[in-house]
């Protein structure tokens, strides 16, 4: 079970994010700006943040940003969630200093397979145990 924050404004991404890694038997923290993700992030050290990029006030990659630069923090990886599907957001997201990135709408399959690959405690589940979503 690996501790992972979620960083999402979106009451239903965010409700299916809980879910699935719930589901997953991981330990979710859950906030929905930068800012509160930022204070969660350095009390908690989670092992994994879902960044969503397009955040109200600061930014994902900004925040990004500054987790990476803090020596407390650094280490954490974060994966960005974004409906961003230009030429160079990519690039964007790797600049800031994200692990990975998953396009939304999320796909459980991804979110797992991705949380797993980034963890080193997780577990992805069997298909029949997360079909059933919110």
Do not use: W
């Amino acid at each position: 079970m690996a501790r992972v924050l979620i960083i999402e404004d979106n009451p239903t991404n965010m409700k299916l994010a809980v879910f699935l890694l719930q589901k997953a038997a991981h330990e979710v923290l859950q906030a929905v700006d930068a800012e509160t993700g930022l204070a969660l992030a350095r009390q908690h050290h989670p092992e994994l943040i879902l960044m969503d990029i397009q955040l109200p006030g600061m930014d994902g990659l900004t925040a990004t940003r500054l987790l990476k630069a803090d020596a407390a923090t650094r280490d954490i990886k974060i994966v960005a969630l974004t409906a961003l599907a230009m030429n160079g957001d990519r690039e964007n997201m790797e600049a800031a200093g994200c692990d990975g990135y998953i396009a939304k709408p999320l796909r459980y399959q991804e979110l797992l397979a991705l949380t797993a690959r980034l963890t080193t405690t997780a577990q992805v589940p069997s298909e029949s145990q997360t079909q059933r979503c919110p």
